[in-house]
């Protein structure tokens, strides 16, 4: 049980020790979803080399960028330890783009979300399946909707902790470590791609857009897929 006296143990510690001790309460059932992203590359770089007891994993869309490939060998060429691969239900995929066609997410939102759903919602919670804690590359000033977000939160939903170890990051923390421990990282983050997800619902932003801007930037709100928006309730 994490309970508000623990939370704010972790929330003072080192980034490796928060996650030491989170992943030492539950060593068989902590799991971190890495998108490939930076924030997630910090995390992978911290969770790999302290050999913590945390289960990696990515979903592969099916449309993420050749980059996100090219990095995920690099990743486990450089840490040799296992990123486990998700791919969305091939029956799902083969009636929704059968149905919809190969690019529907651009002509609805209820399109969008109906692919984010299969392609990243339910493989997301076959690989939770088992898992205690659900650690992820969150950060508060990513968008209105990651403001208030909590270090820790239990999900009734999924039954588990969400432990959001890098909220209260700025995005040059993020860099600056990256920089600090030479950690690989996705090039595409050097050309204006601040968030990425699959290639074709993400494109480069301009200065002084908004970091998420990128991401369905034909929808007007809503630049969430549904991997973090029903959560749940501080835990205590
Ligand atoms: S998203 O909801 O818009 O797609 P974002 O790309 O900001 O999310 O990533 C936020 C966190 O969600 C990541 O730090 C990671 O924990 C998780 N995540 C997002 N996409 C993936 C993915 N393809 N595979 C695994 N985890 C992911
Ligand atoms: Fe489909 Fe785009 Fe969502 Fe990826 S981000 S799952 S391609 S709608």
């Known amino acids: 049980m994490i309970n508000d006296e623990l939370i704010q143990e972790i929330g003072e510690a080192s980034l490796p020790e928060a996650i030491r001790i989170v992943s030492g309460l539950f060593p068989d059932s902590t799991v971190f979803s890495s998108s490939l992203g930076q924030e997630d590359q910090v995390l992978t770089d911290v969770i790999f080399r302290n050999d913590m007891p945390v289960r990696v994993f990515t979903l592969d869309t099916g449309r993420l960028f050749g980059e996100a490939y090219e990095l995920y060998d690099r990743i486990v060429a450089r840490y040799k330890k296992p990123v486990q691969v998700f791919f969305p239900d091939a029956a799902d995929v083969e009636q929704f783009v059968t149905e919809k066609g190969m690019n529907s997410f651009y002509e609805s939102v209820e399109n969008r979300k109906g692919c ?13 399946e088992g898992a205690k804690v659900w650690i992820t590359g969150l950060r508060a000033d990513q968008s209105a909707n990651r403001e208030n977000m909590p270090l820790i939160e239990w999900s009734e939903e999924k039954q588990l902790y969400k432990f959001n170890p890098l909220i209260n990051w700025s995005l040059d923390d993020v860099l600056d470590y990256l920089k600090e421990f030479n950690v690989p990282y996705n090039p595409l983050h050097d050309k204006g791609f601040i968030s990425i997800g699959c290639a074709p619902c993400t494109r480069a932003i301009e200065p002084g857009e908004d970091a998420r801007a990128g991401r369905w930037w034909w929808e007007s709100s809503q630049k969430e897929c549904g991997l973090h928006s029903s959560v749940v309730k501080v835990a205590s």
Do not use: D, E, M, T
């Not at 984010?116 to 939770?128: D, E, G, M, S, T």
């Open 116 to 128: 984010c759903y299969i392609r990243k919602v339910k493989p997301l919670n076959r690989a939770l």
